[in-house]
């Protein structure tokens, strides 16, 4: 301070007191917004427990929904229909998304993967409705009528971009040893990537598919032009079906209190499927990363 | 000629070489064409729907931005109340996610303990986890009716002096969907703020401290401006989901085809007008003009996207990152 | 070494003691569970160059990140002792550590400028948390660069970003920052170790000027240059990784042609490190 007069040490310190007092509020504001950011899930998750956990009965999963404006009855025809959709939308977009994400990881490192792997972020971004739309346009309208094959086509294709990244990842975490070690045995490439890479990768990908699914058994906006939802059991795959979201959309605007209450139990069974599935998967996907 | 013979039988079978290189091309087109297959699928759907919307493209073209008619049974349509909704809330949305979102990766990264951070991170990310349908349940039995009664009222005896603040608080509306949209895009921005501000040098928090800097002048000094561009791409990248986030919007955003005037005015936006309208079209003209709106919707995000992905890129070199939209 | 004959070998018993900038009491300091440094107790003289040589891992670095609270920067990093700069002790209760940076400045290994900011702004970054604006800014930035030997070479860009200069520039730029924030003591973690020989030069010359207004201390893994530049030596010793202690302190001739202590007779020689 030897060079410091009187009043260039006050003016310092006035200084250093508006400093600190300025980190003070920044790091009390971002303490807040870090823990503000906490505040909606407890909310949410607390509602769903408060108004889904009594609403919850058996005969939710046991019995279909009854004549609008009747109390009682279930949502059995929504669960059924969420998990034949699912299934559908597996079996439909599994083998693109894996085929695509073995395209990334093995034979994309050049400007065409670049290219691929950025339309492929590009489409995760497409809105779910905007899909929904597609379909409707591309099969719908062609078919004649709604189906349950139509919302698997658009719940495949929202899973896909999800899948094709995971699997590329795992894929690429499979270490380049490896797969020299197979080239120096005279295996080839592809023979290497089928029956020696993906193995190695499995249950890495097996993740990815968890956390589309997770994905997907929420999304409703896709399918209300595609499955339309149905008041009935039916596990027709060229008909309309019902889903879990759907008949929670279509309950939430209801005006009877019966469905309020199946909606919010509806939720809750979703929600708790949804994030039981999301977490594991997350999880398993941090460890492999590591 | 030793060698010849002592080489394996297999590799002596005449075309062995040549059969199996066969199908190495084989299994590397097959794969390279269903990945290029996204390239087509996205082409298929500006294709598709372009088409679908033609009835209303060739009748309405240009026009279709600005007019703010919508009149199904007369057939005249003007999409400008949904894309002012979709603007309005995205936006508000955008700003307020931003804020909140880069303050809580700012938390985590510079001020949470060890202990604090994998939880809260975790908890973050769950509520990407929860389906739209949900947030749009929750906000029409919980949110709504604390507008209307708490939050509404507070905020018009405090800040109806601003012009877009007045109006009876209403349990739907534009604030009702910003307020959602700002939560779902918040796992969003958290997450990849915080791997960007996390990816900081160390070096670079260190030469402004050892000048004599306080922590948030560090922040503001060597963390945030280093880490800007990739802050920016986490942003657009919530801009995006709130642009096309729908059902969640759809039961909270009061289904009014009028260009909002206040922040508690019922409204639409794009993506909640096809998902409420759609399946009571009245006439061809008005599914077409809603599909219209769709072909709008997706060009849109395809752009936001597409600058959001790049920004982000940048700055972490094409690492993925944990958080999947 | 007992710690009297460290004592006696240090500059408290010279007749310029009061003139210390800093003074160091039995300082030990911790990674975790691991002490890097451990019961050190040296003086840095004012408008002197000190320097701070030992093999790797000796602690020598560490030692200099306490005396301007950079240590605890890393989780898990503890200090005990005392350090006093200009008689004031750094780690009392209640001393700011932003205002002991300021007052203790250090230019790094790497050369670290700001890349968003142009040569310009990255000068004047620290004078201007104290306050700095308008004409005493630009007045203050141009002294430094001029100081630093920066200013001919930048004159005609200063609005252009800093990391388009070289190596050497960028660092003789971070060293005109440092003293732009006006410190009393400058610490340099091996600042030319990554620098071209010329460059070198240049900072070992621009190192002598400064120590004309501020005590220097300059950690080295490089004997020739800690013999080339400073005027006071200090050897510093890991034994079997138990954290390094000071072996021997004395002035610079002293200590390479009749070091007191085996060791670091044995380092200076080259035997070792």
């Given at each position: 301070m030897s060079a410091a007069t009187g009043t260039a040490l006050s003016m310092r310190s006035r200084n250093r007191r508006r400093r600190k007092?300025?980190?003070?509020?920044?790091?009390?504001?971002?303490?807040?917004?870090?823990?503000?950011?906490?505040?909606?899930?407890?909310?949410?998750?607390?509602?769903?427990?408060?108004?889904?956990?009594?609403?919850?009965?058996?005969?939710?999963?046991?019995?279909?929904?009854?004549?609008?404006?009747?109390?009682?009855?279930?949502?059995?025809?929504?669960?059924?229909?969420?998990?034949?959709?699912?299934?559908?939308?597996?079996?439909?977009?599994?083998?693109?998304?894996?085929?695509?994400?073995?395209?990334?990881?093995?034979?994309?490192?050049?400007?065409?993967?670049?290219?691929?792997?950025?339309?492929?972020?590009?489409?995760?971004?497409?809105?779910?409705?905007?899909?929904g739309i597609f379909v409707y346009t591309l099969i719908v309208l062609r078919m004649g009528n709604y189906s349950a094959f139509a919302g698997g086509v658009a719940l495949a294709l929202i899973m896909l971009p999800i899948v094709s990244r995971v699997t590329e990842e795992m894929l690429l975490l499979v270490p380049q040893m490896t797969r020299e070690a197979s080239y120096a045995l005279g295996v080839p490439k592809w023979r290497t990537i089928l029956?020696?890479?993906?193995?190695?990768?499995?249950?890495?990908?097996?993740?990815?598919?968890?956390?589309?699914?997770?994905?997907?058994?929420?999304?409703?906006?896709?399918?209300?032009?595609?499955?339309?939802?149905?008041?009935?059991?039916?596990?027709?795959?060229?008909?309309?079906?019902?889903?879990?979201?759907?008949?929670?959309?279509?309950?939430?605007?209801?005006?009877?209190?019966y469905q309020h209450d199946q909606a919010w139990a509806s939720s809750f069974i979703l929600v708790m499927m949804v994030l039981v599935l999301s977490v594991s998967a997350r999880i398993l996907l941090q460890r492999r990363a590591r | 000629m030793q060698i010849a013979e002592s080489r394996p039988q297999i590799l002596r079978r005449p075309g062995f070489l040549g059969r199996y290189m066969q199908i190495e091309y084989v299994f590397r087109g097959v794969v390279t064409v269903v990945a290029l297959g996204v390239f087509v699928l996205v082409l298929a759907m500006i294709y598709e729907l372009a088409h679908q919307a033609w009835p209303a493209i060739s009748e309405f073209k240009l026009r279709f931005l600005w007019s703010t008619e919508w009149n199904p049974p007369k057939a005249r349509f003007g999409a400008l109340p949904f894309i002012a909704g979709t603007l309005v809330t995205s936006l508000l949305a955008l700003v307020f996610g931003t804020v909140i979102g880069v303050g809580a990766a700012l938390f985590l990264v510079e001020f949470a303990p060890s202990w604090v951070r994998v939880p809260v991170s975790s908890m973050v990310e769950l509520l990407a986890a929860i389906p739209s349908v949900v947030y749009g349940l929750w906000g029409v039995f919980v949110l709504g009716p604390w507008i209307q009664h708490t939050a509404g009222t507070f905020i018009l005896k405090y800040f109806g002096w601003l012009p877009f603040v007045h109006?009876?608080?209403?349990?739907?509306?534009?604030?009702?969907?910003?307020l959602i949209l700002t939560i779902m895009i918040l796992p969003t921005i958290v997450a990849i703020s915080r791997d960007v501000i996390a990816a900081v040098p160390r070096s670079q928090r260190e030469g402004i401290l050892a000048l004599g800097a306080t922590r948030w002048e560090m922040i503001r000094i060597a963390v945030l401006p280093y880490a800007r561009s990739g802050v920016l791409g986490a942003a657009i990248l919530g801009l995006a989901r709130a642009i096309g986030e729908t059902l969640a919007v759809a039961l909270v955003i009061g289904n009014s085809t009028k260009v909002p005037d206040s922040i508690f005015s019922p409204a639409y936006t794009m993506a909640s007008v096809i998902a409420n309208q759609f399946r009571e079209v009245e006439n061809s003209t008005h599914e077409a003009?809603?599909?219209?709106?769709?072909?709008?919707?997706?060009?849109?995000?395809?752009?936001?996207?597409?600058?959001?992905?790049?920004?982000?890129?940048?700055?972490?070199?094409?690492q993925i990152t944990t958080v999947i939209e | 070494m007992t710690v009297e004959q460290q004592t006696l070998a240090g500059p408290a018993s010279d007749a310029h003691a009061s003139a210390d900038a800093v003074v160091?009491?039995?300082?030990?300091?911790?990674?975790?569970?691991?002490?890097?440094?451990?019961?050190?107790?040296?003086?840095?003289?004012?408008?002197?160059?000190?320097?701070?040589?030992?093999?790797?891992?000796?602690?020598?670095?560490?030692?200099?990140?306490?005396?301007?609270?950079?240590?605890?920067?890393?989780?898990?990093?503890?200090?005990?002792?005392?350090?006093?700069?200009?008689?004031?002790?750094?780690?009392a209760a209640g001393v700011d550590a932003a205002d002991v940076r300021q007052r203790v400045g250090m230019v790094f290994q790497r050369p670290n400028p700001f890349p968003t900011m142009s040569i310009w702004d990255n000068t004047g970054a620290g004078a201007k948390l104290l306050g700095y604006r308008g004409r005493p800014l630009s007045d203050l930035i141009e002294s430094v660069l001029k100081k630093s030997g920066l200013w001919d070479e930048v004159s005609d860009k200063l609005h252009a970003?800093?990391?388009?200069?070289?190596?050497?520039?960028?660092?003789?730029?971070?060293?005109?920052?440092?003293?732009?924030?006006?410190?009393?003591?400058?610490?340099?973690d091996e600042p030319c170790s990554a620098?071209?020989?010329?460059?070198?030069?240049?900072?070992?010359?621009?190192?002598?000027?400064?120590?004309?207004?501020?005590?220097?201390?300059?950690?080295?893994?490089?004997?020739?240059?800690?013999?080339?530049?400073?005027?006071?030596?200090?050897?510093?010793?890991?034994?079997?990784?138990?954290?390094?202690?000071?072996?021997?302190?004395?002035?610079?001739?002293?200590?390479?042609?009749?070091?007191h202590d085996a060791r670091t007779e044995a380092y200076v020689t080259g035997r070792f490190g």
């Open positions: 007092l300025t980190d003070a509020v920044a790091s009390g504001a971002i303490t807040m917004a870090g823990i503000g950011v906490i505040v909606p899930l407890v909310v949410i998750l607390g509602f769903l427990f408060a108004k889904g956990l009594p609403a919850l009965h058996l005969s939710l999963f046991t019995e279909n929904p009854g004549p609008t404006g009747v109390a009682g009855g279930g949502v059995k025809s929504a669960i059924a229909g969420s998990i034949l959709l699912l299934l559908l939308a597996l079996a439909m977009g599994l083998p693109a998304a894996i085929a695509t994400g073995v395209y990334l990881a093995e034979y994309g490192r050049g400007r065409v993967g670049f290219f691929v792997r950025f339309l492929v972020d590009v489409l995760a971004g497409v809105p779910s409705i905007v899909i029956t020696i890479v993906l193995p190695a990768a499995s249950s890495g990908i097996m993740t990815g598919i968890v956390l589309g699914a997770a994905r997907v058994a929420g999304e409703a906006a896709p399918l209300l032009f595609t499955a339309l939802g149905n008041n009935f059991y039916s596990t027709g795959v060229f008909r309309p079906i019902d889903a879990l979201p759907l008949r929670i959309f279509t309950y939430a605007t209801g005006p009877f209190a | 109006g009876p608080a209403l349990a739907v509306g534009i604030f009702a969907a910003v003009a809603l599909i219209y709106v769709g072909l709008l919707l997706l060009l849109i995000t395809l752009v936001v996207n597409a600058i959001a992905r790049l920004l982000v890129w940048r700055v972490t070199k094409g | 160091v009491e039995r300082l030990t300091a911790w990674y975790g569970a691991k002490a890097a440094v451990r019961d050190v107790s040296i003086s840095f003289p004012a408008q002197k160059i000190t320097a701070i040589i030992g093999p790797s891992g000796c602690g020598k670095s560490t030692q200099l990140r306490c005396v301007n609270r950079m240590h605890e920067v890393v989780k898990g990093a503890r200090v005990e002792g005392t350090v006093h700069v200009s008689g004031e002790d750094i780690y970003p800093a990391i388009t200069l070289s190596g050497g520039q960028q660092q003789r730029l971070c060293i005109a920052r440092c003293i732009a924030a006006q410190p009393e003591v400058i610490l340099m620098l071209d020989p010329a460059s070198t030069i240049r900072i070992e010359d621009l190192m002598r000027e400064l120590a004309q207004e501020f005590a220097v201390v300059i950690v080295t893994h490089n004997m020739h240059q800690a013999a080339r530049v400073s005027d006071y030596t200090a050897f510093m010793l890991s034994e079997e990784g138990s954290g390094g202690r000071l072996i021997e302190f004395g002035d610079t001739d002293g200590i390479y042609m009749r070091p």
